[in-house]
């Protein structure tokens, strides 16, 4: 069965601050993979997501993402973090077998920004 | 504006009786899913069904029940049965099959306290 792991659990950075979250997955076949965001007091959303093509893709809020295939893994990155990025994000990945697929959540990773 | 609809968002209940979260969604969609989110632990699938009266457990659909009568709703049911029923609960849809993508879009929860 294929599986999502988010090794981070808990983060805490200061604003301005790099940010990387990691994300490796389980499966060989073709995948669609997602990052979405847990704002407090709101619900998911999207943050970026990646179907094709370049795997460098950057979504909302200055957000970016790389999915290296040969390492199984889709990591999320920013630059320099703000307070208001502070949320809980989660790592999606769609397994695709034929017409049928099933989307696999990771355990999610608390950001935590300082300021 | 299309979404995702939600109801109640707080709800209590007493040990030994059902309860039923509302979804609904005017989104389109033909897949919806129930899913449970707990600290530490992720997004869980309950149940989904990807077209009108048709649905599948998930990976902890025990304890719970749904319908789908109607593409837009999808209610879920916590029965008496289910021993751990305090939780976040997330309804979502997507477009399903093989147009689908997995990217789902999510209603704002309904919390679940069993007193």
């Known amino acids: 069965a294929q599986s999502v792991s988010q090794h981070n659990h808990h983060v805490i950075l200061s604003e301005a601050a790099s940010l990387e979250l990691g994300c490796n997955y389980s499966?060989?076949?073709?995948?669609?993979l997602f990052w979405y965001v847990q704002y407090p007091g709101q619900h998911l959303q999207l943050l970026l997501k990646?179907?094709?093509?370049?795997?460098l893709v950057k979504g909302i809020k200055g957000f970016e993402a790389e999915f290296i295939k040969s390492k199984f893994s889709f990591n999320l990155r920013k630059p320099s973090v703000q307070w208001s990025d502070t949320a809980e994000y989660f790592c999606?990945?769609?397994?695709?077998?034929?017409?049928?697929?099933?989307?696999?959540f990771g355990t999610g990773t608390r950001l935590q920004v300082t300021l | 504006d299309g979404g995702i609809t939600q109801s109640p968002k707080y709800l209590f209940r007493k040990e030994g009786q059902n309860v039923t979260l509302s979804c609904e969604q005017n989104?389109?969609?033909?897949?919806m899913y129930w899913y449970r989110q707990d600290p530490g632990q992720g997004l869980r699938l309950i149940y989904y069904?990807?077209?009108?009266?048709?649905?599948q457990k998930g990976d902890i659909a025990e304890g719970y029940s749904v319908s789908r009568e109607k593409k837009e709703s999808f209610p879920l049911t916590v029965t008496s049965a289910q021993k751990n029923p305090t939780a976040f609960y997330l309804c979502?849809?997507?477009?399903?099959?093989?147009?689908?993508?997995?990217?789902?879009?999510f209603g704002e929860g309904s919390r679940l306290t069993v007193l």
């Open positions: 989104l389109n969609h033909d897949a």
């Open positions: 499966y060989g076949g073709t995948v669609n």
């Open positions: 990646y179907f094709s093509g370049d795997p």
């Open positions: 979502a849809s997507s477009i399903a099959g093989y147009r689908g993508t997995g990217e789902l879009f």
């Open positions: 069904s990807q077209i009108v009266n048709d649905f």
């Open positions: 999606a990945v769609n397994a695709r077998t034929g017409t049928a697929s099933k989307l696999t």
